[in-house]
Every structure is written in structure tokens, then in C-alpha cells.
């Protein structure tokens, strides 16, 4: 990929990037349809671009026909009006090619890629050689997301990766290592780095983040947007009332069962409400009352 385009992309990729939320019914079936009010309400709200088939969209329990139903739906809900990120949550380098190659003919401006999830880890050559060869198959350029809790990248091999595979443009970092965040902002400063801790947004912008995917941007885009804006505007006493409001609002969420969560907090903007996909719950009533008071007095 040319530094020209690397430019040009790390220009588009920035500010919100909320993962959208899979419109699931009771049964666990995907709703036809389901997406577009909630891109809608998204993008209405300042996105600047949208992510489908992440962990708040439950991308991990998509079969290759639902996945390639979600990615047509939300495509052409977009319709062109912010960029569009496709989510890879896969276990082999031949999965993540051929989920890739279902999406012939769709304007994929990057991926956003985990290592492997399961029980097993590939070594660092090996991890090298995953994000290269799926670069080198799709040309689609990679944003990894680092977020498997025994498959961590360190500081070092996502250098790598960045510096060895030039169609690695950049990461969203997932952990809550305000250090590890800094250090990648001072070692890698052409590439996209991006915050995917809800807790920290405000620090990861002042430090120079240039955009979040995470729950609170799919939850409520508009208060997110505001507080990208503030931090770019250095209106610090803003961004701070805004952070705490936010993580008043966090604080409320079980992390185990975001998804629901982001659904019911999207059901109160005027989304259409739909469920996780068994075995996870809908959001208890005890619950719903406990986040509506957060979320009450944060866009109070």
C-alpha cells in the first residue's frame, strides 16, 4: 500500500468508528432488515465511519452465510456515506482470506482483524506470516485488534507487524495500558492507532488517539463525538465532564454481556430494540433501570 493511500485512509479512519450491534431476535435469528435504522441513527449522530462483524456485533458467532447477510445489509444501508470496516474474528489465515473474498464487489476501505481466538497460539513468525498473507490475498488494509486476553500482542511484535506488512495501516488497542497506548503513539507515528477501552477515551484522545471502536461509540455515538471534538478543540473542562459521564454510564454495564447492553441503550435513542444471540440475555428489568439512570444523567 502506498504511503500516499496510507494518508488518505488514516484522514477517513478518525474521530467515532462505532461497531455496529447485530439485530438478533428471541430465536437467536438475524432480522432482515435489522441494520439500517441503527446505521441510520449512527451515522445521524457523527460517525466517522462504521465497523461490522466486531465483538459488540457478536462477529465471533456469525456463520460465513450470516456474515456475508450482515456485511451486504449494513453496505448497502451505509451507502457510501462514511467508510466501512469489515471485522475478522476468525481462527485460520484461510478463514479470514475466504470471509474476505464473500465481499466481492464491496468498497471495503479496511479490515479489522483479531489474532486467533481459541485455546492455541501461533508464535510471533507465524503471526507475522497470518496478517501478511491475508493482506497479500485481499489487498484490503488491516487494522489489528488487539484484544484476545491469551493471545496479547506485545508492544513489539505489532511493531513488527506494522513495520513488516505495509498493509498493516494501524491498530485498536484494547487494553488498559495507558503506557502501551503512548509508547505506540511515539513508535508508530504514520499509523492509525485507535482506543477500544471505553474507561479511557479521554485520555487515549489526549494523548493522541486518533479515533475509537468500542461499545460507549456504538452506545451513544453523539456524546463520544463530543468528547473527540472537545479534546481536538483542547476544551479539557468539557472533555472531563463528558468522560465522567461517561464512565458513570460504563460503570453500570457487566462487560460479559455488552452486546445487550449497547442494544437496550440504542433501544432508548429510538432504535429499534433486538436481542444477543443465546446463550446470552436480554438485559434484566433490575438492570435496564440501572443503566437508564446512568444514561439519564449523562445526556441530561
Known amino acids: ?64 452465510s450470516e456474515f456475508k447477510q450482515a456485511m451486504t445489509e449494513a453496505y448497502e444501508a451505509n451507502n457510501g456515506r462514511v467508510p466501512f470496516v469489515a471485522g475478522l474474528i476468525v481462527n485460520s489465515t484461510r478463514q479470514a482470506i475466504a470471509r474476505v473474498k464473500m465481499l466481492a464487489g464491496m468498497k471495503l476501505d479496511a479490515l479489522q482483524v483479531t489474532p486467533v481466538h481459541y485455546l492455541f497460539k501461533p508464535d510471533a513468525e507465524a503471526t507475522v506470516r497470518h496478517f501478511r498473507e491475508i493482506y497479500d490475498a485481499t489487498g484490503v488494509p488491516i487494522l489489528i485488534y488487539n484484544v484476545i486476553p491469551w493471545n496479547y500482542l506485545s508492544l513489539e511484535l505489532m511493531g513488527r507487524i506494522m513495520d513488516e506488512v ?54 451513544v455515538p453523539s456524546v463520544v463525538h463530543d468528547l473527540f471534538t472537545a479534546v481536538e478543540n483542547n476544551d479539557h473542562a468539557t472533555a472531563r465532564a463528558l468522560h465522567f459521564g461517561l464512565a458513570g454510564l460504563w460503570n453500570t454495564l457487566p462487560h460479559d454481556n455488552l452486546p445487550a447492553c ?39
Open 262 to 300: 449497547v442494544k437496550y441503550i440504542q433501544s432508548l435513542q429510538g432504535v429499534p430494540l433486538f436481542q444477543p444471540r443465546p446463550p446470552m440475555q436480554p438485559v434484566s428489568e433490575a438492570l435496564k433501570r440501572q443503566i437508564k439512570q446512568a444514561f439519564d444523567h449523562l445526556m441530561g
Open 1 to 64: 500500500m502506498s504511503q500516499n493511500n496510507h494518508a488518505d485512509l488514516k484522514a477517513k479512519l478518525r474521530g467515532v468508528l462505532p461497531p455496529i450491534a447485530m439485530p438478533f431476535d428471541a430465536r437467536g435469528e438475524l432480522v432482515t432488515g435489522g441494520l439500517k435504522p441503527q446505521i441510520d441513527f449512527i451515522i445521524n449522530s457523527g460517525a466517522g465511519a462504521i465497523v461490522v462483524g466486531g465483538s459488540t456485533g457478536e462477529g465471533h458467532t456469525l456463520s460465513d
Open 166 to 219: 505495509p498493509g498493516v495501516v494501524g491498530m485498536k488497542q484494547s487494553s488498559g495500558d495507558l503506557k502501551a497506548v503512548s509508547d505506540l503513539l511515539l513508535s508508530c507515528p504514520d499509523k492509525i492507532i485507535l482506543s477500544g477501552v471505553d474507561a479511557l477515551l479521554y485520555p487515549a484522545f489526549a494523548l493522541g488517539c486518533q479515533g475509537a471502536i468500542s461499545a460507549l461509540t456504538s452506545a
